[in-house]
């Protein structure tokens, strides 16, 4: 229980104490009416409707937070088996030899390639290694076969899947012309430039079985 709660019950108690002094009159008492014995019952404090509203809420409150709990820890137990059996229905994908051809997404010089085993990748980019280096793509955000697809929240890891490639060329792109020209302003400017290109071959995509 929240300890904010139970301070403002003794508040609560403490203002109808003060209001009702005779709330803490616990015995009757009998009165002499015309000839006759009656029993007068104990006093007790007379609880407003505000006091009693607010704790029928509480109640009510406590009631459906304990049920959300319930329902929370029902849902998840739901999810987890779940989750559980898409893994081992993956990982015998995974484990079978006929896994087809695999493909990927990944992430390269700022875009995203989708790329399969031997396609060639050109990026406008020169900070790669010279040519004839093997190298390990490490932003890969989607893999997948003919059965199944391993999505990244963003990028998958690196036990579950490997691709690497060859830098087989740095080159520079064909010729870029741009042409300006401003109308009676005697304006024409022609601009010419050519951009480093590097060509990467994708030698393998592995993929691995999924630990829980």
Known sequence: ????????????????????????????????????????????????????RYFHLQSVCLAHRVKEADDLAVTQTESVKKTEGITEAVNSCIDSEDLGRLFAVVHLAGFQR??????????????????????????????????????????????????EATVIEKTLSPMVISFLLVRRKRVRKTKMQKNQQTVLLINSIEVNPIKN
Not at 13 to 25: D, E, Q, S, T
């Open 1 to 52: 229980m929240n300890i904010t709660f139970w301070k403002r019950c003794e508040s609560l108690v403490k203002h109808v104490n003060i209001c009702c002094p005779l709330a803490n009159v616990s015995t009757g008492s009998v009165l002499r009416k015309r000839g006759q014995d009656v029993f007068r019952p104990p006093h007790t404090a007379p609880v407003s409707y505000s006091v009693k």
């Open 114 to 163: 989708k790329v399969t085993v031997n396609d060639l990748v050109v990026m406008e980019s020169s900070s790669f290694p010279t040519v004839g280096t093997r190298i390990r793509l490490e932003k890969v955000l989607l893999v997948g076969s003919k059965d199944f697809t391993l999505v990244g929240r963003p990028i998958l890891s690196r036990s579950v899947v490997n691709i």
